[in-house]
């Protein structure tokens, strides 16, 4: 027949012929991926067919005529027959039992390794060169022949190794079903079958029809072969339903009653212990197999027991004896596990142990005790067992369940059944060592489908294992990490775990998941409260990047949940970097200015993300300008940030004030403050002073505030009208926020001093008693908080205003309120800001006191006597003063605060104090005065002590001072050895204008001569 085949293949044109080839070529390469069993060396064969396909087009292609040459025709005709054979060992094993093929491997590996060798033949008879073929594909060919016919190819390593282990059980007559439960796991892990007992018991079934068909081909030897492995796997208790197994169970239950004794003759004469492998020897008696092996391996040659000469050393295995062994072991098995109910049941710790080792014994010892265990009942009771106030039986149980459910699906589905889940989690939030065992357990419960679902499910598990992460036991840490790995192919068990501070399983749900869970991530991150820790947690594990990409390429639902938890994110300084780092600002600013349907939520979780971007730019260290890049360069940003203000609802509008004002509250960002006045942000922003809703009000005050820095009053004086001043004074009276309140002031502060418009205005606004009234603002017992202290600070510079020297008028006003007495407690106690404030205003009102002081009357009439006992004059001014008419600081007693405030060294706190008593040494004819009032408050001291410590505006200050003391000779005499050092080193090291006054001291003090060049 294949004759014929070939005959008529042969008188068939060679052009049918190769793209017949090329074809069968292609099928059969394309048919590989569906076989059972040595994937990767029918793989391998696919390699080369595809390599052979290039190689036969082109021989089509090249017309080849039909010729006489026999030779080309005699290699196309058996390279088709190769490809048939092929075809025929790739449907074998695609159709045929997986047990079969394995069984078969080296034989279908062998096969192959013959197919690839003959094609390589066949390649190699064809007569290439004379077909006008490429030189690359002719040296090509040549090489894949080569290759072919020498390729060699072996069995996996994991098939060969369970062939020798099958080989030496029929030759061991290994019947024990643990053994053969191992080979059948073995075999199932190796081709692919589920190991459940009903894919198991399906794919034996099918492996015994293979036997019966090879009956009937009449094949004895593989018949045979066949029997005796199946013999060997049917022992596999692995593959026997749970029915079966109960059934197994009750049968032995029921034949054994009490323990049985062993039989004299199941005990090793050598080990005198009862046998697991008995063999037989040339005497007839039976020994332990490992015992006699041994006897005979120490050079015996007699039998033990008769002591005779032994004719040969064989050994056979007794398979009655062992049968009859281990029957009476199963039976005394299932009478122990029917009497441990009783003793787990008894209340009694000793017995309830007991019961335990026992039963895990017996579970360490034969996977089907673990299924009669559970057919007495016990799973329920071992459950119960878990609520038990010792420790000891708690943690014992838990071993024990946990070798009940090893491999056991039934076993751990009825554990859960029974309540088991619920306490075991409890068992996790106690000590170490039982939280250990607990969390092994929930791990092998964990790899039924069903059980992980529940154990998710159950309140606190993944909180305790999270915290069981950070434990110092090393096994529980491990246990816990895969049991939350196997927990998160749930998504709700994923939000439960970022909620628990466990991120990674969310990030790579955000990184890989599909578009559904992305957007389930990241909703659940919008929505969660997390701390500053957990923020910074989730940007250093990655999680900013891919909630970024899904605002830019994500759809509508992919872009509100990535704009939620990027708000969540953005509220932590830290954030800001990375978040800037991987390109959020440019679509926030996209959504912002898009002038399509854009859904108003997304534009307002936007300006909030960007608000809060820009605001953690205030704490943050690094540069705005180097951090926003060229991104808010361009004038036209800003520009429609701030065109969007009027177009907004309220919502958007405070978000994209608090944005503005993150960008330009940075001492590094005047040029983007330069660019929002240039845009007219100053005037846009006034008529916010007046709207109700606060947030928006707040936030356009504060950038107002911060917009009429750098010089820039004298704009926002330009705009300024009587309305708007009076809002501003209504939201000193009626706003609650110290912060919006100090922003009104600094306002305030802002415009030009000079003014007088302004000026006028606010008196007409009412504004003074208001600022005044801010002054005396009272803290807790503990003190005025820090937004207080700002608020005194800026009514403090706000007041200044209202005390210039050039305005008598003004200033009696602002006494008549009571001021002075404020401004003296405020440079006793408030903050280096406000005693530089306070001080600065005492000393404008000092430098009035001179004109405004009253000469006092000498009563020289005949009617002195009738008259009052004249008035004493001022001990500084010299004539009649007060605090209110003349604001003197001697009757205020601000002395001795202004000298303690020398000691102040932030924001030049001492300076402005030296100013304010500098006032005092004005007048020449008074001098004397004034240096005896500083003196007598320790002054000098501290004017000598800033020579050396003080700021070069102190000490510049401070020389000019001593120059003016030194006149008066009493205290050039007491003080002047004292500064002498410091005003030698000031002309040798200070300034232009300290160094000629140094040296006139130092002329006072006769250090110098009068015409020294210092002068």
């Given at each position: 027949?294949?004759?014929?085949?070939?005959?008529?293949t042969?008188?068939?044109p060679?052009?049918e012929?190769?793209?017949?080839?090329?074809m069968?070529?292609?099928?059969?390469?394309?048919?590989?991926?569906?076989?059972?069993?040595?994937?990767?060396?029918?793989?391998?064969?696919?390699r080369?067919?595809e390599?052979?396909?290039?190689?036969?087009?082109?021989?089509s292609?090249?017309?080849?005529?039909?010729?006489p040459?026999?030779t080309?025709?005699?290699?196309?005709?058996?390279?088709?027959?190769?490809?048939?054979?092929?075809?025929s060992?790739?449907?074998?094993?695609?159709?045929?039992?997986?047990?079969?093929?394995?069984?078969?491997?080296?034989?279908?590996?062998?096969?192959?390794q013959?197919i690839?060798?003959e094609?390589?033949r066949c390649?190699?008879?064809?007569?290439?060169?004379?077909?006008?073929?490429?030189?690359?594909?002719?040296?090509?060919?040549?090489?894949?022949q080569?290759?072919?016919?020498?390729?060699q190819?072996?069995?996996?390593?994991?098939?060969?190794?369970?062939?020798?282990k099958?080989?030496t059980?029929?030759?061991?007559?290994r019947i024990?079903?643990?053994?053969?439960?191992?080979?059948?796991?073995q075999?199932?892990?190796?081709?692919?079958v589920p190991?459940?007992?009903?894919?198991?018991?399906?794919?034996?079934?099918?492996?015994?029809?293979?036997?019966?068909?090879?009956?009937?081909?009449k094949?004895?030897a593989?018949?045979?072969?066949?029997?005796?492995?199946?013999?060997?796997?049917?022992?596999?208790?692995?593959?026997?339903?749970?029915?079966?197994?109960?059934?197994?169970?009750q049968?032995?239950?029921?034949?054994?009653?009490?323990?049985?004794?062993?039989?004299?003759?199941?005990?090793?004469?050598?080990?005198?212990e009862?046998?697991?492998?008995p063999?037989?020897?040339?005497?007839?008696?039976?020994?332990?197999?490992?015992?006699?092996?041994?006897?005979?391996?120490?050079?015996?040659h007699?039998?033990?027991?008769?002591k005779?000469?032994?004719?040969?050393?064989?050994?056979?295995?007794?398979?009655?004896?062992?049968?009859?062994?281990?029957?009476?072991?199963?039976?005394?098995?299932?009478?122990?596990?029917?009497?441990?109910?009783?003793?787990?049941?008894?209340?009694?710790?000793?017995?309830?142990?007991?019961?335990?080792?026992?039963?895990?014994?017996?579970?360490?010892?034969?996977?089907?005790?673990?299924?009669?265990?559970?057919?007495?009942?016990?799973?329920?009771?071992?459950?119960?067992?878990?609520?038990?106030?010792?420790?000891?039986?708690?943690?014992?149980?838990?071993?024990?369940?946990?070798?009940?459910?090893?491999?056991?699906?039934?076993?751990?589905?009825?554990i859960?059944?029974?309540?088991?889940?619920?306490?075991?989690v409890?068992?996790?939030?106690?000590?170490?060592g039982?939280?250990?065992?607990?969390?092994?357990?929930?791990?092998?419960?964990?790899?039924?489908?069903?059980?992980?679902?529940?154990?998710g499910?159950?309140?606190?598990?993944?909180?305790?294992?999270?915290?069981?992460?950070?434990s110092?036991?090393l096994?529980a840490?491990?246990?816990?990490?895969?049991?939350?790995?196997?927990?998160?192919n749930?998504d709700?068990n994923?939000?439960?775990?970022?909620?628990?501070?466990?991120?990674?399983?969310?990030?790579?749900?955000?990184?890989?998941?599909?578009?559904?869970?992305?957007?389930?991530?990241?909703s659940?991150?919008s929505?969660?409260?997390?701390?500053e820790?957990?923020?910074?947690?989730l940007?250093?594990?990655?999680?900013?990047p891919?909630?970024?990409?899904?605002?830019?390429?994500g759809?509508?639902?992919?872009?509100?949940?990535?704009?939620?938890?990027?708000?969540n994110?953005?509220?932590?300084?830290?954030?800001?970097?990375p978040?800037?780092?991987?390109g959020?600002?440019?679509?926030?600013?996209?959504?912002?200015?898009?002038?399509?349907?854009v859904?108003?939520?997304?534009?307002?979780?936007?300006?909030?993300?960007?608000?809060?971007?820009?605001m953690?730019s205030?704490?943050?260290?690094?540069?705005?300008?180097?951090?926003?890049?060229?991104?808010?360069?361009?004038?036209?940003t800003?520009?429609?940030?701030?065109?969007?203000l009027?177009?907004?609802?309220?919502?958007?509008q405070?978000?994209?004030?608090?944005?503005?004002?993150?960008?330009?509250s940075?001492?590094?960002?005047?040029?983007?403050?330069?660019?929002?006045?240039?845009?007219g942000a100053i005037?846009?922003?006034?008529?916010?002073?007046?709207?109700p809703?606060?947030?928006?009000?707040i936030?356009?005050?504060?950038?107002l505030?911060?917009?009429?820095?750098?010089?820039?009053?004298?704009?926002?004086?330009?705009?300024?009208?009587?309305?708007?001043?009076?809002?501003?004074?209504?939201?000193?009276v009626?706003?609650?926020?110290?912060?919006?309140?100090?922003?009104v002031?600094?306002?305030?502060?802002?415009?030009?001093?000079?003014?007088?418009?302004?000026?006028?205005?606010?008196?007409?606004?009412?504004?003074?008693?208001?600022?005044?009234?801010?002054?005396?603002?009272?803290?807790?017992?503990?003190?005025?908080s820090?937004?207080?202290?700002?608020?005194?600070?800026?009514a403090?510079g706000?007041?200044?205003?209202?005390?210039?020297?050039d305005n008598?008028?003004?200033?009696?006003?602002?006494?008549n309120?009571?001021?002075?007495?404020?401004l003296v407690?405020?440079?006793?106690?408030?903050?280096s800001?406000?005693?530089?404030?306070?001080?600065?205003a005492?000393?404008?009102?000092?430098?009035?006191s001179?004109?405004?002081?009253?000469?006092?009357?000498?009563?020289?009439?005949?009617?002195?006597?009738?008259?009052?006992?004249?008035?004493?004059?001022?001990s500084?001014?010299g004539?009649?003063?007060?605090?209110?008419?003349?604001?003197?600081?001697?009757?205020?007693?601000?002395?001795?605060?202004?000298?303690?405030?020398?000691?102040?060294?932030?924001?030049?706190?001492?300076?402005?104090?030296?100013?304010?008593?500098?006032?005092?040494l004005?007048?020449?004819?008074?001098?004397?005065?004034?240096?005896q009032?500083?003196?007598e408050?320790?002054?000098i001291?501290?004017?000598i002590?800033?020579?050396t410590v003080?700021?070069?505006?102190?000490?510049?200050?401070?020389?000019?001072?001593?120059?003016?003391?030194?006149r008066?000779e009493?205290?050039?005499?007491?003080?002047?050895?004292?500064?002498?050092?410091?005003?030698?080193?000031?002309?040798?090291?200070?300034?232009n204008?300290?160094?000629?006054?140094?040296?006139k001291?130092?002329?006072h003090?006769n250090?110098?001569h009068n015409?020294s060049?210092?002068?």
């Amino acid at each position: 027949m294949l004759l014929g085949s070939i005959s008529n293949t042969m008188l068939t044109p060679l052009a049918e012929v190769l793209t017949r080839l090329i074809m069968e070529f292609a099928q059969t390469a394309f048919a590989v991926k569906d076989v059972l069993i040595e994937k990767e060396t029918f793989k391998e064969l696919a390699r080369y067919l595809e390599r052979i396909r290039p190689i036969l087009k082109e021989m089509s292609e090249k017309n080849v005529k039909d010729t006489p040459e026999k030779t080309m025709q005699q290699g196309l005709v058996s390279l088709e027959g190769q490809i048939k054979k092929a075809r025929s060992l790739i449907s074998m094993c695609t159709s045929k039992s997986r047990i079969y093929l394995l069984v078969n491997c080296r034989m279908v590996v062998k096969e192959i390794q013959d197919i690839t060798r003959e094609i390589g033949r066949c390649l190699s008879s064809i007569p290439m060169a004379t077909l006008g073929l490429s030189i690359e594909t002719l040296a090509n060919t040549a090489q894949l022949q080569r290759d072919m016919q020498q390729v060699q190819f072996k069995a996996a390593v994991a098939e060969e190794a369970i062939m020798e282990k099958i080989e030496t059980g029929i030759r061991d007559h290994r019947i024990d079903s643990e053994w053969a439960n191992g080979l059948l796991l073995q075999i199932a892990q190796a081709v692919g079958v589920p190991v459940d007992p009903i894919s198991l018991r399906q794919e034996l079934e099918s492996f015994k029809q293979e036997k019966e068909e090879a009956q009937l081909r009449k094949s004895q030897a593989e018949a045979m072969q066949l029997h005796q492995i199946i013999e060997l796997l049917v022992q596999a208790d692995a593959a026997t339903s749970e029915r079966e197994k109960d059934s197994m169970y009750q049968i032995k239950k029921s034949a054994g009653g009490n323990h049985l004794p062993a039989l004299q003759s199941f005990y090793c004469p050598i080990t005198q212990e009862v046998m697991q492998e008995p063999v037989e020897i040339a005497s007839g008696q039976t020994f332990e197999r490992s015992a006699i092996e041994k006897w005979f391996s120490a050079g015996h040659h007699t039998c033990p027991t008769t002591k005779v000469e032994l004719d040969n050393l064989e050994i056979k295995l007794n398979l009655a004896l062992r049968q009859s062994i281990q029957e009476w072991r199963e039976r005394n098995t299932a009478s122990s596990i029917a009497a441990s109910k009783p003793k787990l049941l008894s209340g009694n710790e000793e017995e309830v142990s007991s019961a335990l080792r026992e039963l895990l014994s017996l579970c360490e010892e034969r996977c089907l005790h673990k299924y009669w265990i559970a057919a007495e009942g016990l799973i329920p009771v071992l459950v119960k067992l878990l609520q038990s106030g010792q420790r000891r039986i708690r943690k014992e149980t838990l071993a024990t369940l946990r070798s009940l459910a090893v491999d056991n699906i039934g076993n751990k589905e009825k554990i859960a059944e029974a309540g088991g889940i619920k306490q075991v989690v409890r068992s996790l939030a106690r000590d170490v060592g039982e939280g250990q065992q607990a969390v092994a357990l929930l791990l092998e419960l964990s790899e039924a489908p069903n059980v992980c679902e529940q154990i998710g499910k159950t309140q606190g598990c993944i909180l305790l294992l999270v915290t069981m992460l950070n434990s110092e036991n090393l096994h529980a840490i491990q246990d816990a990490r895969k049991l939350l790995e196997h927990l998160s192919n749930n998504d709700q068990n994923v939000v439960q775990m970022a909620e628990a501070n466990h991120f990674s399983p969310l990030i790579l749900r955000l990184s890989e998941g599909s578009d559904m869970t992305k957007v389930l991530m990241a909703s659940a991150l919008s929505r969660m409260g997390l701390t500053e820790t957990s923020k910074a947690a989730l940007a250093q594990q990655g999680a900013i990047p891919p909630l970024v990409k899904m605002i830019c390429y994500g759809k509508l639902e992919a872009k509100a949940a990535a704009l939620g938890a990027l708000q969540n994110l953005s509220t932590l300084p830290e954030n800001r970097e990375p978040m800037i780092e991987a390109g959020v600002i440019a679509p926030l600013l996209q959504l912002l200015f898009s002038v399509t349907s854009v859904v108003m939520s997304l534009k307002e979780h936007a300006a909030a993300t960007l608000a809060n971007l820009t605001m953690a730019s205030t704490t943050a260290k690094t540069n705005i300008n180097d951090m926003f890049g060229n991104i808010l360069e361009p004038d036209e940003t800003i520009f429609q940030l701030l065109s969007l203000l009027n177009l907004a609802g309220p919502v958007i509008q405070g978000h994209l004030l608090r944005a503005l004002l993150g960008m330009s509250s940075l001492p590094s960002a005047r040029d983007v403050r330069e660019k929002m006045r240039e845009g007219g942000a100053i005037q846009l922003l006034l008529p916010f002073c007046e709207v109700p809703d606060n947030e928006v009000r707040i936030h356009a005050i504060k950038l107002l505030n911060c917009l009429s820095g750098d010089g820039a009053g004298k704009e926002l004086a330009d705009h300024l009208g009587l309305t708007y001043l009076k809002a501003l004074v209504k939201i000193l009276v009626d706003s609650n926020g110290d912060a919006e309140k100090a922003a009104v002031l600094g306002i305030i502060q802002n415009t030009p001093v000079s003014d007088t418009h302004v000026t006028q205005l606010l008196l007409q606004a009412e504004a003074l008693p208001v600022i005044v009234s801010l002054l005396k603002i009272k803290g807790a017992k503990s003190g005025p908080s820090a937004s207080q202290n700002v608020l005194v600070e800026s009514a403090a510079g706000a007041l200044l205003r209202f005390t210039v020297s050039d305005n008598l008028r003004l200033q009696q006003m602002t006494a008549n309120l009571d001021v002075i007495p404020i401004l003296v407690q405020l440079v006793q106690t408030g903050t280096s800001r406000a005693k530089f404030e306070a001080a600065s205003a005492l000393r404008q009102l000092s430098e009035s006191s001179w004109k405004l002081t009253m000469p006092v009357m000498q009563g020289q009439t005949c009617f002195a006597c009738f008259l009052p006992a004249p008035k004493i004059g001022c001990s500084v001014h010299g004539g009649i003063c007060s605090v209110k008419s003349t604001f003197c600081l001697v009757l205020a007693d601000a002395i001795c605060p202004l000298v303690l405030a020398l000691e102040e060294k932030g924001d030049s706190a001492d300076e402005a104090a030296l100013d304010a008593l500098s006032t005092l040494l004005n007048e020449e004819h008074k001098l004397e005065n004034g240096v005896q009032v500083i003196a007598e408050a320790g002054g000098i001291k501290q004017i000598i002590r800033l020579l050396t410590v003080g700021s070069v505006g102190a000490k510049e200050k401070a020389v000019w001072m001593l120059e003016k003391i030194f006149r008066v000779e009493k205290y050039k005499t007491e003080y002047g050895s004292t500064a002498q050092m410091p005003l030698i080193d000031m002309t040798q090291k200070g300034t232009n204008t300290t160094k000629p006054l140094a040296a006139k001291i130092l002329a006072h003090l006769n250090i110098l001569h009068n015409q020294s060049s210092y002068f």
